[in-house]
Nanobody, 117 residues
Framework: VQLQASGGGSVQAGGSLRLSCAASVRTFSNYAMGWFRQAPGKERKFVSSISGSGGSTYYADSMQGRFTISRDNAKNTVYLQMNSLKPEGTAVYYC???????????WGQGTLVTVSS
């Protein structure tokens, strides 16, 4: 599996961005997908994940209600819609693939999101 994340950029607090992650894999629906983020000088943290079918989604508490994860299995792509962004959301966002929504073993290269106050 190869993953290519895109959609990062600079936005003011309160703004929105949509991240995309395209997967090069034969059967995309076999993989759960996740988003993680790593702020400067900090550990990488879980943001959200989605099951292979898209029927189950999970969010970190601080993102619940503001972020939405979705996937299009026909396009081998997972998305992260981020609304009401906060300055503490400044980070490199990584997509990941795995066999379950809590265990990921393949990572993309990351895309930088900068939220200014």
């Amino acid at each position: 599996v190869q993953l290519q994340a895109s959609g990062g950029g600079s936005v003011q607090a309160g703004g929105s961005l949509r991240l995309s992650c395209a997967a090069s894999v034969r059967t995309f629906s076999n993989y759960a997908m996740g988003w993680f983020r790593q702020a400067p000088g900090k550990e990488r943290k879980f943001v959200s994940s989605i099951s292979g079918s898209g029927g189950s989604t999970y969010y970190a508490d601080s993102m619940q209600g503001r972020f939405t994860i979705s996937r299009d299995n026909a396009k081998n792509t997972v998305y992260l819609q981020m609304n009401s962004l906060k300055p503490e959301g400044t980070a490199v966002y990584y997509c990941a693939a795995g066999r379950s929504t809590i265990e990921f073993d393949t990572w993309g290269q990351g895309t930088l999101v900068t939220v200014s106050s």
